[in-house]
């Protein structure tokens, strides 16, 4: 298995300004993912952090508004730039092993406000 | 696409028994994830099955079926602690890399 680390683990912020959560592995993964948990809602996928290239993001996501980062196989960052209250969400990071079975791992997630 | 579906909510007693029943489509199917997830919390691995068949792991088992795009993961002599939301996800290799989506999660509630 593998145990992840996110800071912070909650925020209050204004509107209109950013925040940038970090992601921390204790191993190496090649795959990482930032999803995203609406209030009553399920998880989204955001986007796909590469190690040493541009994020793929999904449908509905895009750079500008949430940069992210991956300087190595054990740590990301995820940034949500300009916020408003409709960002107000659960940010989850997530890993994939595969020493075996593919398994999918979330972190404790970082539980944003917008106000 | 991919099209996820599984009920909203679910109701049982405990130590009974609680079916949940999960419906997908989707190209280039690579697996199906169970997770639970309490309140306040972030999602915790239940299981991965990958071939047709059941798989048991305690009071927990889950079944594929690929041919019918469907899956269960069945919860057996059910304990309070057990209300939860069980979020079913589909794992696909896309070309532009490989994705877990999610339904929309069915809410347990295990009543005394």
């Known amino acids: 298995s593998a145990v992840i680390s996110q800071k912070p683990s909650r925020d209050i912020c204004q509107r209109g300004t950013s925040l940038t959560i970090q992601c921390q592995v204790d191993?190496?993964?090649?795959?990482m993912f930032w999803y995203r948990q609406q209030p009553g809602q399920s998880l989204t996928l955001i986007a796909t952090a590469n190690q040493g290239s541009e994020a793929t993001y999904e449908s509905g996501f895009v750079i500008d508004k949430f940069p992210i980062s991956r300087p190595n196989l054990t740590f990301s960052t995820l940034t949500v730039s300009n916020m408003s209250p409709e960002d107000s969400s659960i940010y989850l990071c997530?890993?994939?092993?595969?020493?075996?079975?593919?398994?999918?791992?979330f972190g404790p997630g970082t539980r944003l406000t917008v106000t | 696409g991919q099209n996820i579906d599984q009920p909203t909510e679910m109701t049982a007693t405990e130590g009974a028994i609680v079916q949940i029943n999960c419906t997908y489509q989707t190209s280039g199917f690579n697996g199906l994830f169970w997770y639970q997830q309490h309140a306040g919390e972030a999602p915790t691995f239940l299981s991965y099955?990958?071939?047709?068949g059941l798989e048991e792991k305690g009071r927990f088992s889950s079944f594929l079926s690929r041919s019918k795009g469907y899956s269960y993961l069945l919860l057996k002599e059910l304990q309070m602690k057990d209300s939860a939301s069980y979020l079913c996800a589909v794992y696909a290799i896309k070309a532009a890399g490989n994705k877990l989506t999610f339904g929309g999660g069915t809410r347990v509630l295990v009543k005394p």
């Open positions: 099955n990958v071939l047709d």
């Open positions: 191993s190496q993964v090649t795959m």
């Open positions: 997530s890993v994939e092993t595969s020493g075996g079975a593919i398994k999918q791992y």
